[in-house]
């Protein structure tokens, strides 16, 4: 069965204290591979996509890689304002849905 | 701002029930998604429309249906409501009827059923 798996499901930094979220896929075909940022009660916001191994995206303090069976959301010194849940999403050669993972919350205090 | 929108914000219903959510896409997407956001379980895809017609189905209920209409705008009924039904609603939109564009998502809905 198609999965993503995300690691952790809880990650607390100090502000400036970099780290890497991890996203994981057993998927076929892989047709593109997704992240968004939520805030509570909001929709998901969209950050960036990835499409072949080795592929980087970068964004002010994000930076996104992939592999061919993961995917890394590196946080560069992160800020109070970086808090929130991080979601990677992939879609597969069948389908056109995205399939989520359950995400990582993010807590940055200063 | 994602430029899809969606109301109302927030619905509280009974059990049996039946209410109507809302979505207009992005300014010239053609796809609608809908997804379900629980606690337990996540955002789930639920349908896909592209302009009028049903392209992809996921885990929808028989109790749920959706629509699109000419004007692009999409509406999620959802009958009989179970208290399990309690979730956020969200409508993303795309430009493509494939899937392998980046699909933008609303504010969503809550619903509540008591």
């Known amino acids: 069965e198609d999965q993503v798996t995300q690691s952790p499901e809880a990650l607390r930094l100090q502000e400036g204290e970099s780290s890497s979220l991890n996203c994981s896929y057993t998927?076929?075909?892989?047709?593109?591979l997704f992240w968004y940022r939520q805030d509570p009660g909001k929709g998901p916001e969209f950050l960036f996509t990835?499409?072949?191994a080795g592929e980087e995206k970068e964004k002010e303090r994000l930076k996104a890689t992939l592999t061919k069976k993961e995917s890394f959301l590196h946080i560069t010194a992160p800020k109070p304002e970086d808090s929130a849940t991080y979601l990677c999403?992939?879609?597969?050669?069948?389908?056109?849905?995205?399939?989520f993972g359950k995400g990582t919350t993010l807590s940055v205090s200063s | 701002d994602s430029g899809v929108t969606q109301t109302p914000k927030h619905l509280i219903t009974a059990t049996g029930q039946r209410v109507t959510l809302r979505c207009s896409p992005r300014s010239g997407d053609l796809s609608v998604y809908w997804y379900q956001q629980s606690l337990d379980q996540g955002l789930q895809f639920l349908i896909q429309y592209y302009n009028g017609e049903e392209r992809a189905k996921g885990n929808i209920l028989e109790r749920f249906s959706a629509q699109q209409f000419p004007d692009l705008h999409s509406e999620l009924n959802l009958s009989s409501l179970e208290l399990g039904d309690s979730a956020l609603y969200f409508c993303a939109s795309s430009v493509s009827p494939t899937g392998t564009d980046t699909q933008y998502f609303g504010p969503g809905t809550r619903l509540t059923v008591l």
């Open positions: 998927v076929s075909g892989l047709r593109g």
């Open positions: 999403a992939v879609r597969y050669q069948a389908g056109t849905a995205l399939i």
């Open positions: 990835l499409y072949s």
